[in-house]
C-alpha cells in the first residue's frame, strides 16, 4: 500500500513539475487519522455491540536531491541526541 502511495506521488510531481523521477526522493511520509466507518454488530439476547472500522490518510511529500540521486545517506539508528550523550559519558569517564 505504501508502494502504491509513493509511486502515485512521483507521477504527480513528475506530471505537475516536471521533475525527473531519479532526482526525487522521500522527503517526509506520515499518517493521518480517516473517517471511522460506525456500524452495529448484533449479539445475543437483542443486544448490538458497536463496531469501528477505522481508516487511515498516508501522505508522503517528495523532494528534489542536491546530488541528483547519486548518493544515498542512510539516517543512523540512532539520534543525534542520543549520540551527544554517549560521547558526553565517554568524555566524563576519561576525565575521571
Same mark, same amino acid.
Not at 508502494?3 to 522527503?27: C, D, F, I, M, R
Given at each position: 500500500?505504501?508502494?502504491?502511495?509513493?509511486?502515485?506521488?512521483?507521477?504527480?510531481?513528475?506530471?505537475?513539475?516536471?521533475?525527473?523521477?531519479?532526482?526525487? &526522493?522521500?522527503?517526509?511520509?506520515?499518517? #493521518?487519522? %480517516?473517517?471511522? /466507518? +460506525?456500524?452495529?454488530? @448484533?449479539?445475543?439476547?437483542?443486544?448490538?455491540?458497536?463496531?469501528?472500522?477505522?481508516?487511515?490518510?498516508?501522505? &508522503?511529500?517528495?523532494?528534489?536531491?542536491? #546530488?541528483? %540521486?547519486?548518493? /544515498? +545517506?542512510?539516517?543512523? @539508528?540512532?539520534?543525534?541526541?542520543?549520540?551527544?550523550?554517549?560521547?558526553?559519558?565517554?568524555?566524563?569517564?576519561?576525565?575521571?
Amino acid at each position: 500500500m505504501i508502494g502504491k502511495v509513493v509511486k502515485s506521488a512521483v507521477a504527480n510531481a513528475t506530471q505537475k513539475s516536471g521533475a525527473e523521477p531519479e532526482e526525487l &526522493v522521500v522527503w517526509r511520509a506520515f499518517v #493521518d487519522e %480517516g473517517p471511522t /466507518s +460506525k456500524r452495529w454488530r @448484533p449479539r445475543a439476547q437483542g443486544r448490538a455491540y458497536p463496531r469501528l472500522r477505522r481508516t487511515c490518510h498516508l501522505s &508522503v511529500i517528495l523532494t528534489r536531491s542536491e #546530488d541528483g %540521486g547519486e548518493s /544515498s +545517506k542512510k539516517a543512523s @539508528p540512532e539520534g543525534g541526541a542520543v549520540k551527544g550523550r554517549k560521547k558526553a559519558a565517554a568524555k566524563a569517564d576519561e576525565e575521571s
